[in-house]
C-alpha cells in the first residue's frame, strides 16, 4: 500500500514538475518573441533615423545643418532638434567615436568592392582595382562622414514613442498639389 501512495506521490511531483517547466517555457517563448519584435522595431527606427538624417528619438527633426557635399559646413549639426529639443553633442569630442563607425563603413566598401572586382572582373589588375577603389572612398567620404555621425548619435540617443508622437501632432500635413492650384 505504501509502495502504491508512493508512486502516486512520485508521479503527481512528476506531472506538477513537467507543468511548471512547460508554463515557464512557454512564458519565456512568450518573453522572447516579445522582446525581439520590440527590437526588431526599435531597429527599423533606427534605420530610417539613419538613412534619412533625422533625429534618433523622435525621427522628425532635421540632424545636420547642410548636405553631406556642401563642403564648406561638412559635417555640420544642429545644436539640438528643432521638434523634441535633443541635445545633439552630449559633450565636447562626443563625435569622435564616430571615426570607429568610419573605419568600419570604409573597410565594409573596400570589402565589397574587392569581392565585387574579384567576381566579375577577374582580369583586372591591381593597380586597377585598388584605384577604382580609393578613388569610390574618396568620392564617398562625405556620406560615410555623414554617417558615421549619425550612426554614433543612434548608438547612444534612444527612440521615444512619446517624442514621435508629439512632434508627429505639431507637424501640419502635407497639402497636395489640387488645393495650391
Request: net charge positive; proline share 3%.
Amino acid at each position: 500500500m505504501t509502495d502504491l501512495y508512493d508512486n502516486r506521490a512520485l508521479e503527481f511531483l512528476i506531472l506538477l514538475q513537467f507543468f511548471i517547466m512547460k508554463e515557464t517555457l512557454n512564458l519565456n517563448f512568450t518573453l522572447n518573441v516579445r522582446i525581439s519584435i520590440r527590437r526588431s522595431i526599435i531597429m527599423k527606427q533606427k534605420i530610417y533615423s539613419i538613412f534619412h538624417f533625422t533625429c534618433p528619438k523622435c525621427l522628425h527633426g532635421k540632424f545636420f545643418k547642410y548636405h553631406p557635399y556642401n563642403l564648406k559646413h561638412v559635417g555640420e549639426i544642429y545644436e539640438s532638434c528643432s521638434c523634441c529639443g535633443l541635445k545633439y553633442e552630449r559633450e565636447p569630442g562626443f563625435y569622435f567615436g564616430g571615426m570607429y563607425v568610419s573605419y568600419a563603413l570604409s573597410v565594409a566598401l573596400f570589402v565589397a568592392f574587392w569581392v565585387g572586382f574579384t567576381l566579375f572582373f577577374p582580369s583586372a589588375s591591381n593597380t586597377v582595382q585598388i584605384t577604382s577603389i580609393v578613388g569610390t572612398v574618396v568620392i564617398l567620404s562625405p556620406i560615410m562622414y555623414a554617417l558615421s555621425k549619425i550612426i554614433w548619435a543612434n548608438i547612444f540617443f534612444k527612440f521615444d514613442i512619446k517624442s514621435y508622437k508629439e512632434c508627429k501632432s505639431l507637424k501640419e500635413p502635407v497639402q497636395s498639389l489640387d488645393s495650391k492650384i
